[in-house]
């Protein structure tokens, strides 16, 4: 397994255990629903909180969390709304971001709550370009 895998196992792991310390409890890792995952998927009282966890050992070109750019804010969205319907879950959802900067030198650990709301992808009418 490269070393990248090996550092984005540890930051889930890393980033479950700080959502279990804030109260926040785990019901699925790593769910997967036609080509789109999801990280961490967990529950307050109210809430089903879908986590996007992003963990990188250097921060000097870009912040982890600046990794969920709209696209992928779309595919979290997608599979979001899939589990829910699935599920039938009715509490109000959330979508977190968890980034991590994990070195020999640190390990920082951002949680960062209602990072992004829902995002629809936009619809292509046709091969038309709309100008």
Known sequence: MATHNELGKQGEELAAKTLQKK????????????????????TTKTQIVFVEVKTRSDDTIMNPEDAVDYNRQCRLTAAANAY??????????????????????????NH???????TPRPRH???????
């Open 112 to 118: 960062i709550e209602d990072a992004f709301f829902p």
């Open 125 to 131: 009418y046709g091969n038309k370009r709309h100008r």
């Open 23 to 42: 109260g926040l409890r785990i019901i699925e890792r790593n769910w997967k629903f036609a080509g789109y995952e999801v990280d961490i998927i967990a």
């Open 84 to 109: 829910v319907k699935y599920h039938q879950i009715t509490l109000e959802p959330r979508f977190d971001v968890v980034a991590i900067v994990w070195n020999e030198q640190r390990c920082e650990v």
